[in-house]
């Protein structure tokens, strides 16, 4: 039930969309270079999966398409940015220049953001920095699905950490990954296919653990990771909480249970305690610490020698944060980006509706 | 087993027995603080157990007691710190202090260190930072014992990542964890008690699962946090991993393998890759967001919200990080410090040696 389609047709099919409600010819190629990243990745659960959601949360006047984003604070290394509203997508790469810039003068930047939306996979904005020799972090907070720690309710998003790291010969280090055991795209595998969840990954609404891979639907919630007390959950759960309070604390946004949905059937807390949803991005340029020649070429020698670890049995290799998106988009780019039956037919729907052909 | 000494007595204790190493009165003061604060918060195995280690390593020429720690490369939001192989005691709180003091001019304030040695616990460092309306980072790499994930070798420390961030009525958060599953004095109660772990703490030497609390010590390794695969084990990884990159690879201190080991009975590496082993410390004014009152007040609406979530059955309450440690201290200055016998045996030995009493 797979169709391949290229990365161009489908980056061209979201720049069109995207245009169709209004965003600039910029914004919208900005938009549709981030969420197709997450495609050619293997993240699909964030890719063009996802644009009708943000279609729809447009049309319930949640996006604003036409955003005047702009720095409202700053120090010579912090800044915060107000994102207008407008689409995660576009305010992330906006915030992550911001903090790029801010590091060239000062050594490092960091950026708060509030008043945004989803913003697609956190590795896209912490990767921006590698070409600049700097280290690249990212950070947001997102609807609340996860319960911390001996908590029956859900206060807490998927929340990522990305961090990006340059090196020379080798590839860069990129880890990208929820502060939960599984990250919600990873269940509905599991639902597709009919399958139970391990223990761990979800409990039911009563706090109960549970291998229902529908746990969550139902009313119960993900798992930080760890997933239980003694196996380290409260680590997963303060993770996750400090990327809340990074995200919007520090900027003026939603966090924890207040940080809207990102489906448009579920409404706002009417009494918010800030502005749309945060996220935090870091750049470090690596010379404000040491020759850029000299940390990346340790950087070769660590990553060389990780990956030359004697594996455990029936294992291939030890694999190096990135690894496997790297070498998912190579075979992605030559063999196109296979899209499964229910998503080729949103989409289709979502260009008759708007006047664009998916075909 | 076990007897309570005052938090007084064990500082005092501390101090003398350094002195007598050759330590001025400052770094000595200063160290004891930092040893005798892990006691404390109820992490053991980072206090005053560990006295007797810090000594043998001097002993053995590893530990300079005299040094000259300085600054040798910065940024207006940077710096790289040369510990000059002193005690990590007294050369972290020197470079948190520089964090601290470039945050003050430049908005946040990141500090890599080498030529270091263990520094105790995490949480110390991130806290000094909350005094100023600061949030505070610390990071350290340690001796490897850690097998990443797929890994039959251990490359990694149990590198724990510590965030402090301040609040107004409410006491701050403060989250202090190994990215392992469970830290390494974990397993040493399961030892005293003859318990088993559970699977997903340690790796057999074939780096198999197994449940013996006495895997690591029989030549296997600790897990990164996660356990497997399956429950995430290469977040855990990953996260190891960039604190390894931050300490070291940033500072040039020695990374991953080649981290020195704590015992003095193991020989560090002959062919180094730097110097001694690394931390990374950051700082960051909470007013280079937004005013600090602001921040502070919705920071004790954040922890308030969590803090009266519903609690799962047969669960008091959910934790803010930072409070299981906080009660602890509440206790332990009154009712004294437990030390186990064994404890109590080589304080008193290390006390004979050098002519300080114990007792």
């Known amino acids: 039930m797979l169709m391949n389609f290229t990365y161009e047709h489908l980056r061209q099919f979201t720049i069109d969309i995207l245009k169709k409600i209004g965003c600039s010819d ?18 699909d659960s964030h890719g063009v999966a996802r644009l009708s959601g943000y279609v729809r949360l447009w049309e319930k006047g949640r996006i604003n398409a036409t955003p005047s984003i702009r720095v409202t ?11 207008d509203g407008g689409l995660g997508l576009v305010v992330a790469p906006f915030a992550m220049q911001v903090a790029i810039e801010k590091a060239k003068n000062a050594g490092t930047g960091w950026v708060s953001v509030k008043n945004s ?7 896209y904005h912490a990767m921006m920095a590698l070409e600049h020799d700097m280290i690249g972090i990212s950070l ?3 609807s609340p699905l996860v319960s911390p720690t001996f908590s ?10 990305s961090v990006a790291i340059p090196a020379h010969e080798q590839p860069p280090f ?32 009563q706090g109960v653990p549970t291998t229902d891979a529908n746990g969550v639907k139902k009313g119960g919630a993900l798992l930080p990771l760890g997933g239980d007390r003694d196996h380290g959950s409260h680590k997963g759960y303060a993770l ?6 990074f995200s919007a604390v520090l900027s003026g946004a939603n966090y924890g249970p207040w940080v809207p949905p990102f489906v448009a059937f579920l409404e706002p807390d009417p009494n918010p305690v800030g502005e749309g949803l945060g996220h935090f991005f870091g750049a470090m340029r690596v010379d404000a610490f040491r020759p850029a020649d000299e940390f990346k070429g340790h950087m070769d020698t660590w990553i060389s020698r990780f990956r ?11 694999l190096i944060p990135g690894d496997p998106e790297r070498e998912l988009e190579a075979i992605r780019r030559k063999e196109g980006i296979p899209l499964l039956q229910p998503v080729i037919e949103d989409l289709t729907q979502l260009g008759e509706k708007l006047g664009v052909s998916f075909s």
């Open 152 to 161: 029956k309710e859900r206060l807490l998003g998927t929340n990522p950490i």
């Open 240 to 245: 996750g909480a400090i990327v809340d309070i």
């Open 26 to 43: 910029k914004d919208a190629t900005i938009a549709a270079d981030v969420l197709v990243s997450a495609d050619l990745r293997g993240v």
């Open 140 to 142: 947001t907070n997102a």
């Open 308 to 318: 030359s670890a004697t594996p455990v049995e029936g294992q291939e290799k030890v």
């Open 117 to 123: 939306n989803h913003y697609g996979i956190a590795g």
């Open 174 to 205: 990129v880890a990208d990954m929820a502060t939960t055991t599984a990250a919600n795209g990873k269940l509905e595998i599991l639902q597709r296919k009919n399958l139970e969840a391990p223990l761990g990954w979800v409990q039911d609404p």
């Open 73 to 83: 604070y700053e120090t010579p290394s912090t800044a915060v940015v107000d994102g």
